[in-house]
């Protein structure tokens, strides 16, 4: 079990993300942001809209987690996700404004949460058993991971 500072400091990851990630693209050029940089990686504008689809799924598996009795988790393919018109072609404005109300309400959730309710889980066919605090530990890291992965994607143009 995490302790309450530590799951503090994973939300306050958690609310810092939309800033981080659009002082990071903010000024990129169409270019920039769709160019395969680095070989089997996604591009920096598939990666934006990765981290809309990726969240939302996340935020709704905490809603069904703490409404329902162990729900089963629905699983998504993100890479078949990633090349839909939506996450391949689209301006990442939309998935930034859709990041910064989400994350706003995800954090909201996540502050509100009484000590009993970190431990409830629901059931993922290709992760096993997932709590509440699992999604926080695992969603905190996986906005820093995606950061990462721009940062060394926008290097790797030279």
């Not at 002082?23 to 169409?30: G, I, N, Q, Y």
């Not at 689209?90 to 502050?111: D, K, P």
């Not at 000590?115 to 066919?125: D, K, M, N, Y």
Request: aromatic share 6%; glycine share 6%.
């Amino acid at each position: 079990m995490l302790t309450q500072p530590q799951r503090d400091e994973m939300i306050a990851c958690i609310a810092r993300l939309p800033v981080q990630l659009e002082a990071l693209v903010h000024d990129l050029s169409p270019e920039q942001l769709t160019t395969h940089y680095l070989p089997n990686e996604w591009s920096v504008a598939q990666n934006v809209h990765h981290l809309a689809d990726s969240h939302m799924n996340s935020f709704i598996r905490l809603k069904l987690i703490l409404t329902e009795d162990h729900p089963t988790l629905k699983p998504y393919d993100q890479d078949a996700w990633a090349v839909r018109a939506d996450a391949d072609n689209l301006a990442i404005q939309s998935s930034l404004g859709l990041l910064q109300g989400l994350h706003r309400r995800w954090v909201t959730l996540f502050e509100s949460l009484q000590e009993r309710e970190w431990s409830r889980t629901g059931l993922h066919p290709e992760n096993g058993e997932v709590s509440v605090e699992d999604l926080l530990r695992g969603y905190a890291d996986h906005g820093e991971g995606h950061l990462d992965q721009i940062t060394r994607t926008l290097a790797a143009q030279g």
